[in-house]
Structures are given as structure tokens and as C-alpha cells.
Nanobody
Framework: QVPFVESGGGLVQPGGSLKLSCAAP????????MAWYRQAPGREREWVAI???????KYTDSVRGRFTISRDYAKNMVYLQMNILKPEDTAVYYC???????WGQGIQVTVSS
């Protein structure tokens, strides 16, 4: 069973915005910090943003000020609002716990003109 289901990716021009969504199992969502990760072609997977259970957030340097992570306890959803997108943001994005567990399929985000 795929633990996390990501959606909302696609192709966007540089400077544009996308909002990623992640549906998580309730028993996992309620107990763990949640995070977004990404893996660009030829590179290792890296963490992008983390949100703990009370809602404190942390971002990797390259996205701080442009991306916003949030979580909705009523819907067991995690979101990543991505603004001012750059070509270097192109990657497969994954939702997971922090620390990470089993991976879902991820969602492709491509930033290109």
C-alpha cells in the first residue's frame, strides 16, 4: 500500500507557482513530523521543508522565502505552496514523515520556459 499520495505537480514557467498536496494515513499524519523531499535527475533525494506536529516549520536554504509548507489535521493533508519557481526546482517531489519511512510515487514538477 502506497503510504502517501502526492498531487498537484506539472509544468510551469520560471517565476510561476504550484501547490502540491499530499494525502497521508491518519495514524501516521497525527503522530509524526511531516516533510517534503525532492530528487532532481542525477542527484540524491534531499529534504525541502519540514513541519512538526505543533506547526513549526523549517526550510532548506534554496527554497526559504519561496516555498510554504502547511498541514491540515482535519483532512490529513500536507501542502507545499511553491512560488517564484526556478528551473533548478525541477524534480520529483515526495511527501513523507521526518525521519522518512516508506516512499510513495512522488509527483513531477518541471520548471521550464
Amino acid at each position: 500500500q502506497v503510504p502517501f499520495v502526492e498531487s498537484g505537480g506539472g509544468l510551469v514557467q520560471p517565476g510561476g507557482s504550484l501547490k502540491l498536496s499530499c494525502a497521508a494515513p491518519e495514524d501516521i499524519f497525527s503522530r509524526y513530523n511531516m516533510a517534503w523531499y525532492r530528487q532532481a535527475p542525477g542527484r540524491e533525494r534531499e529534504w525541502v521543508a519540514i513541519i512538526n506536529r505543533p506547526g513549526a516549520v523549517k526550510y532548506t536554504d534554496s527554497v526559504r522565502g519561496r516555498f510554504t509548507i502547511s498541514r491540515d489535521y482535519a483532512k490529513n493533508m500536507v501542502y507545499l505552496q511553491m512560488n517564484i519557481l526556478k528551473p533548478e526546482d525541477t524534480a520529483v517531489y515526495y511527501c513523507n514523515t521526518d525521519p522518512s519511512g516508506d516512499w510513495g510515487q512522488g509527483i513531477q514538477v518541471t520548471v521550464s520556459s
